[in-house]
């Protein structure tokens, strides 16, 4: 019996990925690469490199120019209805998963600052927890900086509105910063008051205050006058100086609730911090990591006067 059957196509042939349908849509409803690109977020060479060679591997035109636009070819049609039919596939299989979803599970990483995680969010997460036993948390501290995608995190709490064009963020609010001081060291050298006062005091370091640049100016004074008496990366370790009188340390203004023995020093300061939430679109679409989320934009907006009153 004879086989007539198609022989197989050279591996070299054909759309090799969902990535390559992907691209022939976005020119399609683009009209032109620049577009394209727009949908893809991409760049414009990108995206022209690219479908020349899917046309190429394929061995035909998909699309003819006319004017500044692009027309489909008859291939280009045949191709077009498929490719939106495999979209729509796509999008039915994941509406699916998502539906089946019923009881997230796993990890979701959880990047804030060692500070906010010691004094309130730690505490607060033990409501998410209770609520969400399936779900797993692995907090990492951080100096409040937004590095998503290549860390493997899901979500961060930092202090600036996050700048990555892919990075999804909500501002919770403002947090003011003060000086502080033990009662020994206040007895001993008495308050800070104005800048012109610095140098009969000393001060502590915090590099994520360097890393934000908070109290720059004041800072830059301290250096030049040698008057930085320790500096640490770890906000633990920082106000244990501060408590116990070596010297000055710079602190988000609700310190003040949690360690009654510390003095506010009256010199004011310009500084407040913008405390966002952030994740990335290409992660955030997980369920476990979208009720992580909704937890906590919640919750700063109805418990988070403490913090930011």
Same mark, same amino acid.
């Given at each position: ?64 120019r ?10 280009g ?8 039919a495999?979209?729509?596939?796509t999008q ?5 998963v ?5 009881r ?13 995680a010691?004094?309130?969010l ?6 998410f ?6 779900i797993?948390? *692995? ?6 900086e937004?590095? /998503?995608? &290549? +860390?493997g995190i899901? @979500?961060?709490?930092?202090?600036? %509105? ?12 403002f ?6 001081a ?9 308050m ?17 205050h ?9 800072? *830059? ?8 008496? /320790?500096? &640490? +990366?770890?906000?633990? @370790?920082?106000?244990?100086?501060? %408590? ?13 609730h949690?360690?009654?023995?510390l ?10 911090g ?31 006067r403490?913090?930011?009153?």
């Open positions: 019996m004879a086989d007539d059957r198609r022989p197989p196509l050279p591996s070299e042939y054909g759309i090799k990925a969902w990535d390559d349908l992907r691209l022939f849509l976005a020119v399609v409803r683009g009209g032109h690469f620049q577009g394209a690109a727009r949908i893809l977020r991409t760049n414009q060479t990108t995206v022209a490199r690219r479908f020349r060679r899917m046309e190429e591997t394929l061995g035909t035109k998909l699309l003819e006319f004017g500044q636009e692009f027309r489909l070819t008859s291939p049609s045949e191709i077009f209805e498929r490719a939106v495999v979209e729509q596939l039915e299989i994941n509406d699916r998502r539906a089946l979803d019923v997230p599970s796993g990890t979701v990483k959880l990047s804030v600052t060692e500070g906010l010691n004094l309130w730690t505490t607060r997460l033990a409501e927890c209770r609520d969400n036993p399936d797993n948390l *692995e907090i990492i501290p951080s100096h409040g937004y590095d /998503l995608l &290549t +860390s899901d @979500v961060a709490i930092g202090w600036h %509105r996050p700048t990555e064009p892919r990075l999804v963020g909500s501002r919770m609010g947090v003011s910063f003060r000086l502080f033990s009662e020994e060291y206040v007895a001993t050298y008495g800070l008051s104005d800048i012109e006062e610095i140098g009969r005091h000393h001060f502590l370091q915090y590099d994520t360097v890393i934000q640049r908070w109290s720059a100016s004041l800072m *830059e004074a301290v250096q030049a006058m040698d008057l930085i008496k /320790l500096r &640490t +990366s770890s906000i633990s @370790v920082y106000v244990i100086a501060v %408590r116990a009188g070596i010297g000055i340390g710079l602190l988000p203004s609700f310190y003040r949690h360690y009654s023995d003095v506010e020093m009256p010199m004011e300061l310009a500084d407040r913008e405390l966002w939430v952030v994740s990335h679109e290409e992660t955030n679409s997980s369920r476990r990591t979208r009720m992580l989320l909704d937890f906590l934009n919640t919750d700063f907006r109805k418990n988070g403490y913090l930011f009153g």
